[in-house]
């Protein structure tokens, strides 16, 4: 909750329609609707160079990590998914799986995620980012396997790991909880030496200090880059994941030292949240992609109501949303509001 190819033929199906004693064939696009895939949070969708696109997410169980892959982006919603890895029986990684990425760095495909133990109580939320990495080319069909825990300076809550590739170099985001910092998380940023390890101290890009940041909970996480017009575009998450939830955004140049936190500005509004008027609650935790025409889209998950009996992460129902990307004359991103369910024009 990419950029190199990460964070990313025409599918189509014949029909048989009888004619005065005859068949006609004819093919049909699957048409893209919303929801895109039910009971999918902290989706990523992007669209590889094989001319795939390829999904992972949350399921409801955290107990697994799965993927999908499509010619097309509608097709994603029927795409069979594979398991990929599921918990342990025990130990560290035996609870909660949260929050799965698939990038692919230096020729290898490679999905972080959040795990935690298993066993009751605060501990289950004893979260870190760890990763698997997969032994073939094919990350459908070729075995994967466990790679390590990300080695950050502390050992705390740690979850949302993205990467992209920035001016040649390599770089991971993530959320994490500082110490001596009184938030949930906060959102950090380094470039690798290695999928696992940090190649220089990381920035302390985003502390959640804003209204609309810590309602229920203080929190920054699931960034999620997009890069356009000489300048890079960090959208985040903020605040409880009910209807509170919301999407940021930090702005830097391209030019700039993105190292440096002075170089990013932060939006003093939310930048995507609840539609009341289209019933979409608790959009975030987003990604990026493109259509079949090369048109930017946003990937995101969200609630068709706002009223949650129990705790909201053990609601299964946030479901993977895509809508088109606007850009204001200014160059920057305008994501609107979430559409209503049904189908996605385009235009």
Known sequence: MTFSISRRSLLAAAAATPIAGHSLARQSQPVLRNPLVRQRADAQIFRHRDGNYYMTGSVPEYDRLVLRRSPTLAGLSGAREVVLWRHLANGPLSG????????????????????????????VFRIRTYAIACDGNDPMTDRWSLLGQLQTPWDTFTLDSTSFVHRRTRYLCWAQREPGIETNSNLYLAPLATPLTLARAPVRLSVPTLDWEIQGFKVNEAPALLERHGRLFLTY?????????????????????????????????????????????????NSFTVDEHGRDMLVYHARDYAQIKGDPLFDPNRHTRVQPIHYRADGTPDFGEPLANGIVRLS
Do not use: Q
């Open 96 to 123: 909660f799986i949260w929050a799965p990425e698939l990038h692919l760095i230096d020729g290898r495909w490679i999905m972080y995620f959040a795990a935690g133990p298993s066993g009751g109580g605060e501990d």
């Open 237 to 285: 998450s903020a605040s409880a994941t009910d209807a509170r939830y919301c999407m940021g955004m930090l702005t830097a140049h391209a030019d700039e030292d993105i190292m440096r936190a002075d170089s990013w500005s932060k939006s003093p509004v939310p930048v995507f949240k609840t539609s009341e008027a289209h019933h979409i609650y608790g959009p975030g935790h």
